[in-house]
């Protein structure tokens, strides 16, 4: 594996994206690595597993160079939508509990990615942004997870305006667990590990689901629709625009 890094030890399966140094960007390769490591962590009955990142950022979200460099970035960006939306329900279905340790940005469909884990640990430097519309396409792989976890009105803004919010807001929102300084996030992160496997298998299998059946946070029927919206928005100008406005370093002008 190139992009994704996979461990499994004493019932944790431990999951890591190893593209720091390119702030770990969403592309084909890289999700169909990571789709192969959350299988194989079911194999191993995996009781826990974590989902981290190397380097400075969670993740800069969707590769917006290999956007542009694809022969069909209309077709690249379903298709990609479409493997994304598997690594997510494979989380989210899991018996194992997932734990994401987010430092750093996690943007774009890097959020959704960390937000799909039951227990979200944030070091003081993460941040979480949506990006989608400000490259002109439509959230993406977590509008369910997202009112659930952050209400309507602040899903909105972040989807709309772009906002970012810092690890604190998050924890006051409840999106986040824990937070800790980044010197300590591995301590935190394993001392979660220890709690969770101290626990009752069965136990806590049965009540992740019982929760997020509750919650219809096991997203399958948005993940539908985010799926046939991105089909329409990653087709429209306006998205070829925000691509290359990003890459650009320019303000994009979108048609009005
Ligand atoms: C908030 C940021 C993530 C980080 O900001 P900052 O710390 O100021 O760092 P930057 O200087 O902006 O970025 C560092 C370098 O990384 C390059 N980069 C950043 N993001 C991307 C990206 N998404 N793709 C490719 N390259 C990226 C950036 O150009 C810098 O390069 P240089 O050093 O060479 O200049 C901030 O960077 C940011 O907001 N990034 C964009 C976030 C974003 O819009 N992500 C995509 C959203 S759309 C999406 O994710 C969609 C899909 C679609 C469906 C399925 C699956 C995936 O994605």
């Not at 800790?180 to 049965?206: N, T, W, Y």
């Not at 993940?223 to 691509?243: K, N």
Request: glycine content about 8%; some cysteine.
């Amino acid at each position: 594996m190139s992009f994704v890094s996979y461990r499994f030890e004493s019932g944790c399966a431990r999951i890591t994206l190893t593209d720091g140094d390119r702030g770990n960007p969403v592309h084909s390769d890289m999700v169909e690595e990571l789709f192969a490591a959350v299988r194989r962590a079911s194999a191993d009955s995996a009781r826990v597993i974590v989902l981290s990142a190397q380097g400075r950022f969670f993740s800069v979200g969707g590769d917006l160079a290999a956007f542009a460099s694809a022969a069909d970035m209309s077709n690249y960006i379903d298709d990609l939508a479409d493997s994304l939306h598997r690594v997510v329900s494979e989380l989210v279905r899991a018996d194992a509990v997932v734990v994401s340790v987010v430092q750093g940005p996690a943007a774009g469909a890097g959020f959704p990615l960390a937000a799909a884990a039951d227990i979200i640990i944030a070091a003081q430097t993460a941040t979480f942004s949506l990006g989608y519309t400000k490259v002109g396409l439509n959230v993406d792989g977590g509008t369910s997870l997202l009112v659930h976890s952050l209400g309507l009105h602040r899903s909105l803004r972040l989807a709309l305006l772009n906002d970012a919010i810092s690890a604190n807001e998050a924890l006051a929102t409840g999106l986040v667990a824990r937070v800790a300084p980044d010197g300590d996030l591995d301590r935190v992160a394993e001392k979660i590990v220890d709690q969770v496997l101290a626990g009752p298998a069965g136990g806590q299998a049965a009540t992740k689901q019982l929760l997020r059946a509750t919650a219809d946070a096991a997203p399958e029927s948005a993940l539908r629709r985010e799926a046939l919206a991105i089909r329409t928005t990653a087709g429209d100008p306006d998205a070829r625009e925000g691509v290359g406005a990003f890459l650009a370093k320019r303000r994009p002008e979108f048609a009005r």
